[in-house]
Nanobody
Framework: VQLQASGGGLVQAGDSLRLSCAAS????????MGWFRQAPGKEREFVAI????????DYGDSVKGRFTASRDNAKNTVSLQMNSLKPEDTAVYYC?????????????????????WGQGTQVTVSS
């Protein structure tokens, strides 16, 4: 599976962005799709996950209520709608595919539990 993230850019605080992740090589319809981000000097941080059916989602505490993950299995794509952006949202955003489901034990928070990764797209939020 190859993943290609896009949609990043430079925006002002309070603006919105929509990231997309296009999969190729194999259908990701049976994979949960995650979004992570990594700021300079920091560890990769869990942002969101959407289950293979789209019926289950989970979000990192810092983005809850502002970010929404969605997917279109027919098009083999996933999206991350980011609203009310803050300067602290500045990071490289990555999409990932994994054979896992959102669970209470936080298994899906860990980057090592995902099988495939995209190359990342830069999001910069100015104050």
């Amino acid at each position: 599976v190859q993943l290609q993230a896009s949609g990043g850019g430079l925006v002002q605080a309070g603006d919105s962005l929509r990231l997309s992740c296009a999969a190729s090589g194999r259908s990701v319809s049976l994979y949960s799709m995650g979004w992570f981000r990594q700021a300079p000097g920091k560890e990769r941080e869990f942002v969101a996950i959407i289950s293979w059916s789209g019926g289950r989602t989970d979000y990192g505490d810092s983005v809850k209520g502002r970010f929404t993950a969605s997917r279109d299995n027919a098009k083999n794509t996933v999206s991350l709608q980011m609203n009310s952006l803050k300067p602290e949202d500045t990071a490289v955003y990555y999409c990932a595919a994994g054979r896992l489901v959102p669970s209470r034990d936080g298994y899906h928070y860990r980057p090592s539990n995902y099988n495939y990764w995209g190359q990342g797209t830069q999001v910069t939020v100015s104050s």
